[in-house]
Structures are given as structure tokens and as C-alpha cells.
């Protein structure tokens, strides 16, 4: 990654914010850990009679939450009737409003009887002391079953109860009307008549999802021409195979499916790497890496980046020819070369082959010579390394690499690198902060001693 | 640097009421089954209903034994089962499926309850199966669980993905009952503001159920409303949470204002669980700041702690007695918060420390920017590449997607290909952009990685740079200021506005626009922000409001997000309503099972 180093400094300087770093060398971070022995130093005290009736339970343990003094007269007094509440007015929808007269049918009393028991009502019932009585008058059923549909037998009848209740807004009201039509009409009319009717079709299609009538919803689909999204319905399904032979075939057999250009290159790429996968599982498990560091899973199903970690730790040496070769996978799947290269970097500093991991960075240049070389930015590899556990030995190689002066410092002084650090401020001149870090070092350590040295070599010209 | 109460502050409308509706509703409820029965509760009720009552409720009501639902056969040997579910179809059918009664020939008594409402769909369930008339079913309207002094949630973990994503419109009248219960125990409203196609839905909904219903006239404890749908801003939910509250959440997942400490908390064997809420004092200072903030405020507490512990040398038997009598309880409770949130924050920094944090937000504010895009487009590439937290990189991706218009798709090789459902998806909601067709080449382009080339790389600047034109998000945060100039030293400290839940980055768009339209008291001279987020804007006055409008609580303003909302929102709007005392106390409410926008967005793609 070639940062623009200017850019990146233009940042921090220009930066709105007071640097604020979640580096555990903070002093914010400090302070807590101070604050933390603080409290705990006065923990035996408080320890002595445990008490923890503080914390309030919020499990299924039976205990009180605080008792509820249900006061009936107190709330009801406060709820005296008075004149009618100031109507808002409605808002001009930019919904077709369905004139009601159209209908010969009273279909707005339909829907009135969707619209819940008043809440007026439902709060001096609440309010009721006998909790016990049976109330007759509570019960109150979606009352759209009450009303027959059955009455609404022409088509036109049908579409101007299904418009109704979309302009109605009832999420509700539009499924039980689209249910209702899905029982009385033909599945060709019904879809020819959702096309124009987006709303419905979309509640439509979610009943049809949630009630897993998979078959219909390809059909509707089909007919609409949406092929695409028909494609990706039936490629859903092979979530639900367990078995990865027959998952393969399945998946084999979605390859025919109408996707989209883009999409149908990635369903061919799971077809292979499953087929892949399954190969790679069954080669015999023997060489010494496995009983080293024995899988803690299958590789089945899993990603591609995956399989190739996989394949980078157990399969790294073997020729390009093998299925399970990295650079076989690299080459199946047009991998690149940054892809490869972090995923070969992290697996093989999991093993601490660090030879390996020096031979991803060498590359010779014409006249022969060796330098490292990087896809990714320095800083990112020794961060990678780091994760991996790398010893300071090797993570100085690359700490060293990183091009920009004040991120290499920051890196060294982060890993403990103090040979570049040391080297770093005597290349910039910077007696200070040579002094200030010498401070920082053990007495009598070769650190110290290097610093000394350098501190009274007399031919550096220090820039303070 | 804690934000003192203000005196002048309108008391808030008491919200324990709405908790006792509900608890005696169930309770009328579940008598409805005389004598003893097995109560099946669903899995996402359980929160919610430990909120509002307990197993001892339960008991007094004769339940005798509580199972969570699990889609696994039913093993109770109770004659009265009773089910406590949501609408969903899976459910219902579940119920008939697991219970083998008919075929053995058992008789028992079935009660299912249905909360919020009952659907016709799952009646047409139990309708197909033959078992009507063998199971009775109800409706609990448990709308709304108050969380904490000022923050109201509907508890629906469905209404994001129903509404957004399928485009069924079902809790539309639910939102609504629930706007309709509020402003029937705290109303009368003097005026609702809104933007979205749900938001007006909704406000139909309840102005046709106010229609309907009659009115008790009382004194006004909420004066106006602010209806907002999430879509409207997807950016804000996107982006990295730094504020205290946001962080928990994002790292131990609070739930229904309650979180579980881990053993790394704890500094012992054992997790416990803690209501968050403004109960707890420590919480309560912290929970808006900035995470910067935090540690400084805590060393101070824990000092202060230290003192006034140290006050018993030297005491003699009397004030000793006086000191355990009367101060002794406080410290320790005091010390016990102190010391678990302590706990929290190092977790925290542990966790953040691992992942690039510092990184990952400067990639985050380089796309709210606008600058150095090539940067970030390379940042997110690597960040799969490396198979970093899948969720972050779809965060960061879809991110990219709306500020800038772009895409990638390494994403499936890092984390599988499965994932075309969820672009799918994601395409759907607008949270990815489809690309145009003469865009492929910048989609190719980046797929082949070869972003490091220069040639390459400056071509895909000018694409972006052109796409950016059509971005609205651009747009958008030109015309309402939400990047604040970077020249400036932002001070996190002392916030000037709300940016400072961003770092001083960016001010979330939502909360910009509920500021702008409560202090212009309506939409004039937004009409171009309105156009660019696709209007369906609203303000409208409730008549006869103006006589009692100079009382307090016409600065309480009732924001609903229909979707959901973050802790970092929350933490803007609570700002805003300290800056703004003229006019603004807030209180929000969100509608989701929790208001992590982002995972939602993700988890809910299966």
C-alpha cells in the first residue's frame, strides 16, 4: 500500500480532534489502571458484609423488582372526560385515495373494525380492580373476520378492496385482502393484477416468504420477469443442504440459473471452491503439521480466503499441480497478489516460519540484488506479524522498512525496537530525544551503552 | 466536565404507568385461563417482560411452568398451555406441529397471546390447521417499555427488516397505537413534525385512531412530536460509536437497558448483569461523554472515592456510627459502579486497541469527508482482505456505498459467497448503490485489487470524483453543515455542538434536521434538504393547542425513530436539549429490539 505519507501527516497535524489513541502506552490508560488499583485497594472493606441487594435482578429468580402499589383511584381521578381533543389534520398522501362511493359495499365499516378497541376504553378497563370478572365487552377479534369477504366476488370488487387497504396503510389489512384473493383467484389474473400494485406486491411477497411457500413465490416471480431475483431465491436454498456432495450439486445445478453477469461469476467461484474444499478435506491427514496443530474445524463451507489460510499453513510446499496447493488456489480463483500475500503472510507467522514469511518479501531486482518488497505497507506487515506473535528480532527487519521517520520511531518504540529507535534519532540529529529515551532504557544495558556512545562521538553535529 | 442538571428543567411525563398498563393487562390476561398452566414464552420477550414484571407475577397467577419457545417438541404435562409469542406465522405453525394432543387423543385447554396485535395471516394459520375453537387466542397491546427517564422503546426487533427491507407495511398501526397510547396518557400533542413514507403512515394512523376514540382533556406532559424514519439518514447508524453508552453497547450488547459484565469486567469468576440507566450515578455522568472524557472522570471518582473512605480514620465510636449509618452505603454502592465501570472501560480499550480503532475512524471520517477517498477505498480493501470483523467491513463498505457511491467485492472471498443474499439485500434497502452500467469498470477495477497501481488508482478517483456529484450524502452535508470545518481545534472536553459524539467530526443528520425544524418550527427553507432526502416531509398543528402552549411541557418533544436509533443519537439529542433550553427537552424513542442499527442491518439479512 503506498500511503501518501504527506497526506497521512497532513492529518494528524491538521487533525480537529485532540489525539486521542487507544495505545495501551496512554496516560489516560495509566490513570485508569491507577484508578483500578485505587478502587480494589478498598475493596476489603466494603467486601465485609457483601451486600448485594444494590444490584437489581433482572432474572427469572422470583425475586421482588419493588413492589407495585396499584392505586386505581389515584389514576382514574386524574382521567376526568372534559370536551373533545383538537383534531389533526390530515395530510395531503400522495397515495391514489380510493373514493369510497365506488363501492357498493360499506368497506370503510370493513376496516373500521380493524382499527383496535379505542384506547380510551381499554384504560378504564386496565383501571378495573376485578381483574378476575370476565369482560364481555374486551373481547375483541380482528373484526375484518366478522365481515365477510366472500361477499367481494367480481374483480373489481376484489382490486377496490385491495387498493382500499393500501390506501389505508394497514400492513395487516393488505395481507388478509391479498390472502383472501390468493384463495379466489387464479394465480395468472392475481399476479397480472399485482404487477401495477407495488405495495400489495411486496406484502404479497413477504407473505408468501414468511409462510415458506417457496413454489408460488418463483412462479410470481417468473411472471413478473424478474429473473434475477428468482435466481437468487432458489441459489438461497442450498443453505438448507447439509450435506456438501449434495450441496455441490445443487450448486452445480444453480449454475444455469438466469443471474446477473457479476453475480453468476461468484456462484461458479462457490461451485469450485466447494468441489475444491470437498477434495482438500479428504486427503489423509498424516504429516507432522497436523498432529502439531491439530484443525480445530473442517474447511467445508468455508470462505475462499479461508481455504487459502488453510492451504498456506498445511499445504504450503506442495507443487502447483496438487488441488491444494496456495498457488493453485491463487491461480483458480484469480486471486490477487495483495489477497495472497496477507493471507500467506498471517499463516505462516501463525507458524513462526519465519524464513518463509522473509521469502514473500524477496524479489531481485536486475542487476540480481535482493530488497523486500511489499504489497502492503510495512506498517501493516509488522502489525499482521505482531498479531501473529512475532519476537522483536524479527519484527525489527520490517520496523526498519517502514519509510516515514515518526511512524518508524512510533512502531520501534511500540515493539520495542530500540536499536532502529536509537538509530532513527541519531539519523535525524535529535540529541533530546536520544537523551530522553536513554532515560527510558535499563541502567547498564547495551542500549544505555550504545546511546553513550553515540551521545560523545563527537563528529554527529546535533541538531539541539 | 459532568453536565449538571438544570434546575429549570420541565419535569418528564412519569412513565412507570405505561409499565403498569401493560403488567395488569397480562395479568387480566392470563386469568383468562383459570387454574393452573404452562406458559411458552418467545425467546425476544423475555427482556422485555423481565422489565415489567417477574416470576412471582407470573405465579400469583397460576402459572406453574415457563418454557421459552425453541421450535422443539412440547414436553409440558400441564392441561392449560398458554402461549406468549409475537405474530409470527413460524410460530404459530410451530405450536400446531409440536404438539402431537390430537393424534394421541389428549385433551388440553390452548391460549395463545399475541403482542403487540394479532395478524390475520397467522388466524389463517391456525384457521388451515383445523384449530380454531381448540385454541382461543388474545391480543396483548404491550406497545411501549419505558428504559429510563427519557427513553421509550417499542421493542419490535422485526420493524426494520418488515418495513425497510420487504416493504410490508403491518406495524404501521402499531406505531401509531403507540402514538395513540402517549398521547392519550400524556397529550394532548400541539404539533407533530415528521419526515418518511412510514413516519406519515403512521401519523395517519394515529390521527384516524384519535378520530376514532374519545378524549380526556388533561394537562399536557408532552408538547410536541418529531416522527423520523431511518432511512432517512443510514449514515449515522454506520458510522463507529465513541461515546460511552454507544461503546458498551457495542462491545457487551445492552438489552433492554441491561447488560451483562463478563469475568474480564467483573475481576472475578462470575458475569453479572446491571441496569444502565440513570439510576446509576456513575453511569449517568459518563454515559454521553466522549470516551476520551471517560478515564479522566472516573481517576477523579476514584479519588474522591479514596477520601472519603479515608474520612473514618480517626473518627471516634459516635461519628464512626454515624459515618456506616448514613454515608457508608452510598460509598459503597458508589464503589461497586466505580470499579464495574472501570472494569468496562479497560475491556473496552482491549477490545478497540486489537482492531486498528484509530484507523477504522479515520477511514470513517475521510468518507464523511469526502478526502481521501483512494486511502480508504485501500483501507477497506485490506481490512477484508484480512478477514477482520465481518460486520465492520460491511459497515465500512456500505458506508462507502452511500457517501460515495462505490462498491466492492473482495467481500465474498473473505467471508463467503453466500453473501450475495446480502448485498442483495442491502441493495434493496439503498444501503448499497447499484452501479450504473458504465460504472462496471470501476467495479472490475477494484475487484482486480489494483488499486495500488497509480494509473489505475487516478482513473478511480475521477470516477468517484464524478459519482460524488450524485451522492446525496454530499450534497446533503453541504447544505446542513454536518462536517464541521477541520481547521479548527475541536475541544471534546467542552463540545460546541453534536458533533462531538463523532469526535467532532461529523453532526448526525438526523439530529441536525430535528434541530433545524423544531427551531424554524417547520420545514420552511429546507425544501431543497427535503427534495434530497426524497421528501414526505410534515408539520402540522393540532388546533386549539396555543392556549395552554406557554406551560413547560411544550418544550418536551417526543422524537420516534421508526427503525431504530443509536446510543450516540441519543447521547446528540440529550446534548441539544442541554444547549437549547428554550425550547428543547428530548426524549426519544426507538422502535427496535435494540438500537444497533448497523448489526441489525446485517444479522437481519437471512
Known amino acids: 500500500m503506498m500511503k501518501n505519507k504527506a497526506d497521512e501527516e497532513d492529518y494528524w497535524n491538521s487533525s480537529k480532534f485532540k489525539a486521542f489513541t487507544f495505545d495501551d502506552e496512554d496516560d489516560e490508560f495509566s490513570r485508569l489502571k491507577e484508578s483500578k488499583r485505587a478502587v480494589n485497594s478498598i475493596r476489603p472493606l466494603v467486601d465485609e458484609d457483601d451486600d448485594e441487594e444494590e444490584v437489581e435482578k433482572v432474572s427469572w429468580s422470583g425475586e421482588p423488582v419493588g413492589s407495585i402499589s396499584w392505586s386505581v383511584n389515584e389514576t382514574a381521578a386524574s382521567n376526568q372526560r372534559t370536551d373533545r381533543e383538537p383534531a389533526f389534520p390530515k395530510i395531503n398522501t400522495d397515495t391514489t385515495s380510493i373514493s369510497k362511493s365506488h363501492s357498493g359495499y360499506s368497506l370503510s365499516a370493513l376496516f373500521k373494525g380493524e382499527t383496535h378497541r379505542s384506547l380510551s376504553d381499554s384504560s378504564v378497563r386496565l383501571y378495573a380492580p376485578e381483574l378476575r370478572k370476565p369482560k364481555s365487552e374486551y373481547k375483541v377479534t380482528t373484526r375484518l373476520t366478522a365481515v365477510s369477504l366472500e361477499k367481494f366476488r367480481s374483480l373489481q370488487d376484489k382490486l377496490l378492496l385491495l387498493d382500499y387497504a393500501v390506501s389505508a396503510h394497514d400492513g395487516n389489512v393488505i395481507t388478509a385482502v391479498l390472502i383472501y384473493l390468493k384463495r379466489t383467484l387464479s394465480k395468472e389474473v392475481l399476479f397480472r393484477e399485482l404487477t401495477d400494485r407495488q405495495t400489495a406486491l411486496r406484502h404479497f411477497i413477504h407473505y408468501l416468504t414468511e409462510s415458506k411457500d417457496q413454489r408460488l413465490l418463483l412462479e410470481l416471480l417468473r411472471a413478473l420477469g424478474r429473473t434475477e431475483d428468482m435466481a437468487l431465491l432458489q441459489y438461497k436454498e442450498h443453505l438448507g443442504i447439509a450435506d456438501e456432495n449434495k450441496r455441490r450439486d445443487f450448486l452445480k445445478s444453480c449454475l444455469s440459473l438466469p443471474f446477473s453477469p457479476e453475480d453468476s461469476v461468484h456462484v461458479e467461484d462457490h461451485y469450485t471452491l466447494l468441489e475444491r474444499q470437498i477434495i482438500i478435506e479428504v486427503i489423509p491427514r498424516k504429516q507432522e503439521i497436523f498432529q502439531k496443530f491439530p484443525r480445530k474445524a473442517s474447511i467445508l463451507n468455508m470462505p475462499l480466503i479461508t481455504t487459502l489460510y488453510y492451504c498456506c499453513f498445511y499445504h504450503y510446499t506442495e507443487s502447483e499441480g496438487t488441488y491444494s496447493s496456495p498457488l493453485n488456489i491463487r491461480q483458480t480463483f484469480k486471486l490477487s497478489e495483495k489477497q495472497f500475500f496477507v493471507t500467506a503472510l498471517a499463516a505462516r507467522a501463525k507458524l513462526k516460519a519465519w524464513p518463509d514469511v522473509d521469502a514473500l518479501f524477496t524479489s531481485r531486482n536486475w542487476l540480481g540484488f535482493t530488497r523486500k518488497k511489499s504489497p502492503l505497507s510495512f506498517q501493516r506487515v509488522v502489525d499482521v506479524l505482531h498479531k501473529n506473535s512475532a519476537p522483536t528480532q524479527v519484527l525489527q527487519d520490517y520496523v526498519a522498512l517502514v519509510d516515514d521517520a515518526e511512524l518508524r520511531i512510533t512502531l520501534a518504540q511500540k515493539h520495542k525496537c530500540h536499536d532502529i529507535v536509537i538509530n532513527t534519532y541519531r539519523d535525524l540529529k535529535d540529541r533530546q530525544q536520544l537523551l530522553g529515551y536513554r532515560a527510558k532504557m535499563a541502567r547498564g544495558s547495551a542500549e544505555e551503552r550504545k546511546i553513550n556512545e553515540l551521545l560523545n562521538n563527537s563528529q554527529i553535529r546535533w541538531k539541539n | ?606
Open chain 2, 1 to 606: 466536565m459532568a453536565h449538571s442538571a438544570r434546575t429549570d428543567c420541565p419535569e418528564l411525563p412519569d412513565f412507570f404507568l405505561l409499565k403498569r398498563l401493560a403488567r395488569d393487562q397480562l395479568i387480566y390476561l392470563l386469568e383468562q385461563l383459570p387454574g393452573k398452566k404452562d406458559l411458552f414464552i418467545e425467546a425476544d420477550l423475555m427482556s422485555p417482560l423481565d422489565r415489567i414484571a417477574n416470576v412471582s407475577t407470573l405465579k400469583q397467577h397460576e402459572v406453574d411452568k415457563l418454557y421459552k419457545v425453541e421450535y422443539k417438541p412440547i414436553v409440558s404435562t400441564s392441561d392449560q398451555l398458554c402461549f406468549l409469542i409475537r405474530p409470527r406465522i413460524q410460530t404459530v405453525k410451530w405450536i400446531y406441529v409440536a404438539n402431537a394432543d390430537k393424534a394421541t387423543g389428549r385433551f388440553r385447554r390452548y391460549k395463545i397471546i399475541f403482542t403487540p396485535q394479532k395478524f390475520y395471516a397467522c388466524d389463517a394459520v391456525l384457521e388451515e390447521q383445523g384449530i380454531i375453537g381448540d385454541v382461543t387466542t388474545d391480543e396483548w397491546s404491550f406497545y411501549l417499555l419505558p428504559l429510563d427517564d427519557d427513553i421509550i422503546s417499542l421493542e419490535l426487533p422485526e420493524f426494520f427488516r418488515d418495513n425497510f427491507l420487504a416493504g410490508d407495511q403491518r406495524w404501521v398501526r402499531t406505531a401509531g397505537s403507540a402514538l395513540h397510547l402517549l398521547h392519550s396518557l400524556y397529550g394532548p400533542f400541539s404539533k407533530v413534525y415528521g419526515i418518511g413514507r412510514c413516519s406519515k403512515m403512521a401519523y395517519e394512523s394515529w390521527r384516524e385512531q384519535v378520530e376514532e376514540g374519545e378524549q380526556k382533556a388533561r394537562q399536557a406532559e408532552i408538547g410536541k412530536v418529531f416522527l423520523i424514519d431511518r432511512d432517512v439518514d443510514f449514515v449515522t447508524p454506520l458510522c463507529s460509536q465513541v461515546v460511552y453508552e454507544g461503546l458498551v453497547d457495542d462491545i457487551f450488547k445492552i438489552k433492554c437497558a441491561c447488560v451483562e459484565f463478563g469475568p474480564d469486567v467483573t475481576s472475578s469468576d462470575k458475569s453479572i448483569k446491571v441496569m444502565l440507566n440513570s439510576q446509576d450515578r456513575v453511569f449517568n455522568e459518563i454515559r454521553n461523554e466522549h470516551f476520551s472524557n471517560v478515564f479522566g472522570f472516573l481517576s477523579q471518582k476514584a479519588r474522591n472515592l479514596q477520601t472519603s473512605y479515608d474520612k473514618r480514620r480517626g473518627m471516634d465510636i459516635k461519628q464512626m456510627k454515624t459515618f456506616v449509618s448514613e454515608e457508608l452505603k452510598g460509598l459503597k454502592q458508589e464503589h461497586r459502579l466505580l470499579s464495574l465501570h472501570i472494569g468496562a472501560c479497560e475491556s473496552i480499550m482491549k477490545k478497540k486497541t486489537k482492531q486498528d480503532f484509530q484507523e477504522l475512524l479515520k477511514t470513517e471520517h475521510s468518507l464523511l469527508e469526502g478526502f481521501e477517498i483512494r486511502e480508504s477505498i485501500s483501507f477497506i480493501e485490506e481490512h477484508i482482505n484480512r478477514q477482520v470483523s465481518m460486520i465492520e467491513s460491511l459497515r465500512l463498505l456500505c458506508l462507502l456505498s452511500i457517501t460515495e457511491n462505490g462498491k466492492s467485492s473482495f467481500f465474498l472471498c473473505s467471508y463467503g459467497v453466500d453473501h450475495l443474499l446480502t448485498f442483495a439485500n442491502l441493495r434493496q434497502l439503498g444501503l448499497l448503490v447499484e452501479q450504473q452500467p458504465g460504472e462496471t469498470l470501476t467495479v472490475m477495477e477494484s475487484k482486480v485489487g489494483k488499486l495500488v497501481n497509480d494509473r489505475t488508482g487516478g482513473k478511480l478517483s475521477d470516477a468517484f470524483s464524478s459519482l460524488a456529484k450524485k451522492s446525496n450524502f454530499r450534497a446533503l452535508s453541504r447544505k446542513l453543515n454536518l462536517v464541521p470545518k477541520s481547521d479548527e481545534e475541536y475541544d471534546l472536553r467542552v463540545p460546541r455542538d453534536m458533533a462531538y459524539i463523532f469526535s467532532g467530526a461529523y453532526v448526525p443528520l438526523s439530529c441536525k434536521l430535528i434541530e433545524q425544524v423544531l427551531e424554524r418550527d417547520g420545514w420552511t427553507g429546507l425544501e431543497e434538504v427535503t427534495r434530497l432526502l426524497n421528501g414526505h416531509e410534515f408539520a402540522v398543528t393540532g388546533y386549539g393547542a396555543d392556549s395552554k402552549a406557554k406551560n413547560d411541557a411544550q418544550r418536551i418533544i417526543l422524537v420516534m425513530f421508526l427503525g431504530g436509533c443509536t446510543f450516540s443519537e441519543i447521547s446528540a439529542l440529550r446534548f441539544l436539549g442541554r444547549e437549547k433550553p428554550s425550547m428543547l427537552f428530548l426524549l426519544t424513542i426507538w422502535l427496535m429490539e435494540t438500537p444497533r442499527v448497523s448489526v441489525t442491518l446485517i444479522s437481519s439479512i437471512f
